[in-house]
Each structure stands twice: as structure tokens, then as C-alpha cells.
């Protein structure tokens, strides 16, 4: 997997050999925050998949993360491990891109230690139940 800086600051994971139809989460954005009690603001993550993939308004998105593991008795990298880490809810669709919003994270008893505990741009994401 190849990393690079995306126009809007953040790193976005292009995938490469063996992984050619990932679909990733390329931007995240956070509106700003007023100060009014209650009030949170909205996390948008967009996603690379669309409509043309069968992605529609409504549709659950699961969200894996890709991390390469490393063999501390053989001081080698071992291999990439996917593990879930949270569901988003598409709020809107076009062609080949989406906006979703955080549904739920995987419970902490259900999800391998990750930092931050949060998801972040170049996070897989898939149709739940794909």
C-alpha cells in the first residue's frame, strides 16, 4: 500500500497489488464547533463507493482497518491483518463517492487495541454484511 498526502492534509492509502478493489474512506469532515450546549458537530466521512457499487442513502457501511504485524522473535514484518472497527450510515450517494456518518464502533470486548480509537482516512470500507 502506498501512502501520499491528500489535498485536504490528510494521508490517503491507495491501494496497490493484491488489494485493487478496496474501497477507502479518502476524507473526513468535521464541522465546526459553535459552543452551544448539547450540540455536537457532525462527522462526515467520505468514501470512495457509490451508487455505481450499489450504495444508496441508508445503506450500513462496515469499516476494517488493514495493519501490517510484526514477528518480534524473527524481527520481520509477518502480514497485513483486516479487522472491523465500525459501521457508518450513508447520508449521501453519487456515482463513485459517498458521505456517511459514525452509526456505532465495534465494542471494545469485540475489537483489536487500536490507536486512536476512531475512524480515520484510509480505513477500508465495505457493503455490512459483504
Known sequence: MIL???LVGGIVAIPTEGHSADFVIYSVYRGLDLGNPNEAPQKDYYVNIGTAQGIQPGTTLEVSRRMATYD???EKLYKDITFPIAHL????AEANAAVARLEKMITADKMVSISPVAVMVGDLVKPAGH
Open 72 to 74: 518480534v522473535m524473527s
Open 4 to 6: 501520499t498526502i491528500g
Open 89 to 92: 450510515k450513508v447520508i449521501h
